[in-house]
C-alpha cells in the first residue's frame, strides 16, 4: 500500500484497503504528501490509521505543495517542523513562506 500511495494509485490504495491488512504505514500519507497528491492524503486520512509524521508537511513545504500543507495543517495534529520553512525558503517556494507567516502554525 505505501507504494501504490507514493506513486499516486488510489484505486489500487483502495483495493488494498478492502481486501489486505498489511502494508500501509505512515510512510504512505508522508509520501502521497510528498508528491502533491492531495486526494491521496484526505482518502488515507479519512480511512486509514496510520497517520502521518512531521515528515508529511515538511516534505510538501519542500515540493511546494500549499494544497496539501493546508489540508494537513487543518486536519491532523502532527503538524510539521522548522524545516518546513526552511525547505520552502531553499526551494523559493514564497506562496508557502507567505501562508506560513500568516498563519503562523504551532511547529514554526
Not at 510528498?34 to 480511512?47: A, I, P, Q, S, T
Amino acid at each position: 500500500m505505501n507504494g501504490a500511495a507514493r506513486n499516486g494509485h488510489l484505486d489500487v490504495v483502495q483495493w488494498l484497503h478492502k481486501f489486505r491488512t498489511e502494508g500501509c504505514s505512515v510512510r504512505a500519507m508522508n509520501n502521497a504528501a510528498e508528491h502533491g497528491n492531495l486526494d491521496m492524503v484526505k482518502w488515507l486520512h479519512y480511512n486509514r490509521t496510520e497517520g502521518c509524521t512531521t515528515s508529511a508537511v515538511d516534505l510538501a513545504a519542500a515540493s511546494g505543495h500549499l494544497d496539501v500543507i493546508k489540508f494537513l495543517v487543518e486536519n491532523r495534529t502532527e503538524g510539521g517542523t522548522f524545516a518546513a520553512y526552511e525547505l520552502a525558503e531553499e526551494e523559493g517556494h514564497t506562496e508557502i513562506l507567505r501562508w506560513f507567516d500568516e498563519h503562523k502554525p504551532t511547529f514554526l
